[in-house]
């Protein structure tokens, strides 16, 4: 048997394997985890292969994804770089902010890497993953990942410089973020927490959902929204002097630094 062997059993690997299953991916899925907890809650969820051993579970593998933490990569690659290797291996690494240069090196030639950034949202199959691809990839094994990651949503290339600037743009937890705090300044000026949920929701789900189906500019979208000496017009103004669009760049260069220290591992 060979199959999709993920190592790390943890929250972006059951959401990618959440929605493989939805798509109707019908491919063994193996995972290997430390913790068997995880692998048999993953292996009830969703019918995966459950691996204890990693050295059986990279055997299994012609496609191995590494979805465990950026401080844990170094330490599991040492332990896969123990079984000597010999054969060809294509593996794409989730870990953010490691350069495919440092993935090279620690395995060596059998194995052609490839660096993915998806999010949970791929559970629902709505996904959006970034691909990046090392040297010596094959044509087919690019389509072979990249089938894989359009199955649960769409999937972008880009160069691996705009990696970091990718990762910390796409992550489902701004909507999260900004929800939260929408909803808590209207509960702070009187709504009850369940209508300033409802509200705050369809602020931002609708206004998103609307841009992604209209021909029209995001420019235009916002001039529609609010009319000139309105209310809307009024917040916006108040949002950005008091540091908005600043504070949510201050923000993205944050991840950014992390990023960089990930590198550094
Ligand atoms: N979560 C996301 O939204 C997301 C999105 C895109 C990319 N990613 C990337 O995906 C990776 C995983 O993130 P995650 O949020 O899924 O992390 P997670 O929930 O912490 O899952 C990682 C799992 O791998 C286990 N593990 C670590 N080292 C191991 C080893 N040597 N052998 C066996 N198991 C090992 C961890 O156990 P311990 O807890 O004991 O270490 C944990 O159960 C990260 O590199 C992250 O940058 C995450």
Redo the contacts with the bound molecule.
């Keep these: 048997m060979k199959a999709t062997v993920f190592?790390?059993?943890?929250?972006?690997?059951s959401a990618l394997v959440a929605g493989l299953r939805l798509a109707g991916h019908e491919r063994p899925i193996v995972v290997?985890?430390?913790?068997s907890k995880?692998l048999q809650k993953l292996r009830r969820q969703h019918r995966v292969i459950v691996e204890e051993d990693?050295r059986r579970a990279v055997e299994l593998a012609d496609l191995l994804i590494v979805?465990?933490?950026?401080d844990?990569v170094r330490?599991?690659l040492q332990?896969i770089r123990e079984q000597h290797l010999r054969r060809r291996l294509t593996a794409v690494s989730?870990?953010?902010g490691i350069p495919l240069s440092k993935l090279q090196a620690a395995l060596g030639l059998p194995v052609r890497w490839m660096r993915a950034?998806?999010?949970?949202v791929c559970r629902s199959g709505r996904g959006l993953t970034a691909l990046t691809f090392g040297r010596g990839v094959s044509p087919a094994e690019r389509a072979t990942v990249r089938d894989l990651f359009a199955s649960v949503g769409t999937v972008v290339e880009i160069p691996e410089k705009r990696f970091d600037a990718f990762t910390v743009t796409y992550s489902s937890s701004h909507g999260y973020h900004a929800l939260a705090a929408l909803v808590g300044a209207a509960e702070a000026i009187g709504l009850d927490r369940k209508t300033a949920l409802v509200a705050a929701a369809h602020a931002l789900a609708d206004s998103i959902a609307g841009w992604r189906v209209s021909n029209l500019s995001l420019e235009k979208l916002l001039k529609e929204a609010a009319t000139p000496g309105g209310i809307a017009t009024a917040v916006m103004a108040a949002l950005d002097k008091a540091g908005y669009r600043r504070i949510v760049k201050t923000g993205l260069c944050a991840g950014i630094r992390r990023a960089r220290k990930n590198a550094e591992r």
Aim: charged letters at 25%.
């Design positions: 190592l790390g059993g943890g929250r972006i690997t290997h985890d430390r913790h995880k990693l979805a465990v933490r950026p844990s330490e599991l332990e989730l870990a953010a950034m998806p999010s949970p």
